[in-house]
């Protein structure tokens, strides 16, 4: 408004000044000057609209990050270097000058420079490696420069004497040179290492460069030489005590019922990042407030739970018949699963949702990072369950297994591969395919006799049950239980059996 007006002005002002003879040349010259520099100007910072300057508000600190107690003790040992600087100048001890983040998405990474700029009370800049990268040579090496520089200038603005400037995905410039179709990635790493051999502890303000990616060992060796980024630190999945953490911080500000057990939702939620648990907490809180209740119950917690796992409820609306076969078909997954290892069904649903007609979840008893034979063993089992309850119910088999047999003959060929076959000992490398193959036929066969036996018992309870799981569509393990105790199978499995994971990364539905 105010630049119109101004202009308007202005070409007034010419027309009045020819008016009067006056030689108005001089003036046409200054005012092209001018418009000339104001667009140069406006060019210069359109070049650099890519990263930004969040020094705003960056009061996230480590207190807000769930978990990593290692992965933050570590961070925050490494940055005493930068709170402490006297004393390692006069120790003459070399700077730190990069700081590798390395884990899974959603883990925290970022949340984690922001922390460290909190911290170290430095500015905060952030950028990502793949805005770097451009159609034009010298572009990604003109805003790393760019960059340097603008942290610099922000500090001395906000009269601080360091600042941290975060990529991400550092991975898609500091991959390793030479591997790309052109020269753009080269010359934005070059530059990087440039600038970071270019910094020294006299310099004010100092300038530490944080980088996060979750593909350390596609990483151009330069960039980890001493000097560069000499310390990585792990940032990975969070396990119980962390997620119970992670979720203690996202429940805080939100009215969450008195009955809500976070501990219980902990267990549940294994192999879940810190942005899982946060969008399941955000994703319970919109349960709560589509049915109009005012606080967020346990109910909603587990919704929200199968909504992160396995997507949102589909429109999909299977036939009466279909939804029974869903039924029996759950049903042997859970059965044998609580046969295998009691306690441990969550519920069982027949609620379509992402790209599963219906599914049992399971608690899993702790974290587990080894498993025995006879646990493998067990999960092939609970795995063809649902067919095999199909088989027994209606006497033939449906397409809906299709992703069980994927998980069991993956865990067949697990253990083959650790040598738990009657193969024996064996180098995966070396063991032919064939020989492979008919191994895992063999496992599987044997398996799906087991279970069969396992399931026969329970033939004419399930029809009966089913028929509650339709009405039901969600049935918990509670009353799941119940139900289990008050029939008596002749023949009980032994020990324990956790079901793998839920993958939601089927061709067809599944269930
Ligand atoms: P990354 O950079 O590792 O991909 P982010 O730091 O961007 O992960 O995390 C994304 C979001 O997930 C955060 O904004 C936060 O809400 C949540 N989050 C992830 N990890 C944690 C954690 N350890 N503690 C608290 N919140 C977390
Ligand atoms: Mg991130
Ligand atoms: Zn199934």
């Known amino acids: 408004m105010i630049k119109e007006w101004l202009i308007g002005i202005g070409i007034a002002l010419v027309a009045f000044l020819g008016l009067l003879h006056v030689n108005i040349l001089p003036v046409l010259f200054l005012l092209g000057l001018g418009v000339l520099l104001w667009i140069v100007m406006d060019r210069r910072t359109a070049a650099t609209p890519t990263t930004r300057d969040v020094s705003v508000r960056h009061d996230i600190s480590f207190e807000q990050i769930g978990g990593q ?72 090496a003109q805003r790393v420069r760019d960059l340097f520089r603008r942290a610099r200038q922000m500090a001395k603005r906000e009269n601080k004497d360091s600042a941290i400037i975060f990529v991400d995905e550092i991975d898609v ?112 809180a919109i349960i709560a407030l589509r049915q109009d209740k005012k606080t967020v119950t346990q109910e909603m917690f587990r919704d929200a739970v199968d909504k992160v796992l396995m997507g949102e409820k589909t429109g999909r609306r299977p036939t009466d018949e279909e939804l029974r076969r869903v039924a029996v078909h759950e049903l042997g997954h859970a059965i044998i699963s609580e046969l295998m290892r009691p306690g441990t069904v969550s519920h069982i649903t027949i609620a379509p949702r992402g790209n599963a007609l219906g599914f049992v979840r399971q608690i899993p008893e702790a974290d587990q990072y080894l498993y025995t034979k006879q646990q493998l063993a067990q999960q092939i089992n609970v795995a063809l369950a649902g067919c095999l309850a199909e088989e027994l119910h209606y006497g033939d088999r449906s397409t809906g297994a299709q992703n069980d047999f994927v998980q069991a003959s993956s865990l067949a060929r697990t253990l083959v591969k650790c040598g ?33 036996e396992l399931l026969s018992p329970y033939k004419a309870d399930i029809e009966r049950f089913a028929e509650h799981v339709v009405q039901e569509e969600s049935v918990d393990g509670k009353e799941f239980r119940k139900w289990m105790e008050s029939m008596q199978p002749q023949s009980l499995a032994s020990a324990a059996v956790s079901r793998p994971q839920l993958s939601t990364s089927e061709v067809s539905p599944s269930m």
């Open 69 to 140: 107690e290692i992965a933050k003790n570590e961070l925050k040992e490494a940055l005493d270097f930068l709170r402490y600087r006297d004393r390692i100048k006069s120790l003459g001890i070399r700077p730190l000058k990069g700081i590798l983040l390395t884990g899974p998405p959603g883990t925290g990474k970022t949340l984690m420079a922001k922390a460290a700029a909190t911290y170290t009370d430095s500015v905060f800049l952030s950028a990502t490696g793949s805005e770097f990268v451009e159609m034009y040579v010298g572009v990604g």
């Open 173 to 284: 410039v500091g991959g390793r040179r030479g591997q790309h179709s052109h020269q753009e990635y080269d010359q934005t790493l070059n530059q990087l290492l440039t600038e970071m051999d270019g910094m020294n502890t006299t310099q004010t303000p100092f300038v530490l460069v944080m980088a996060a990616t979750n593909r350390p060992d596609i990483l151009d060796s330069a960039l980890l030489r001493p000097g560069r980024f000499d310390r990585q630190i792990k940032v990975d999945l969070p396990d119980k005590d962390g997620r119970l953490h992670i979720l203690r911080i996202m429940a805080k500000d939100k009215p969450i019922a008195e009955d809500v057990n976070l501990e219980h939702i902990a267990r549940e939620t294994y192999g879940f990042s810190g942005a899982q648990l946060e969008s399941l907490v955000n994703e319970a």
């Open 420 to 452: 738990l076959s009657r193969l024996g000992i064996v180098d995966e490398e070396h063991l032919p395919d064939q020989l492979l193959e008919k191994e895992v036929r063999y496992i599987l066969s044997e398996q799906e006799k087991i279970t069969q």
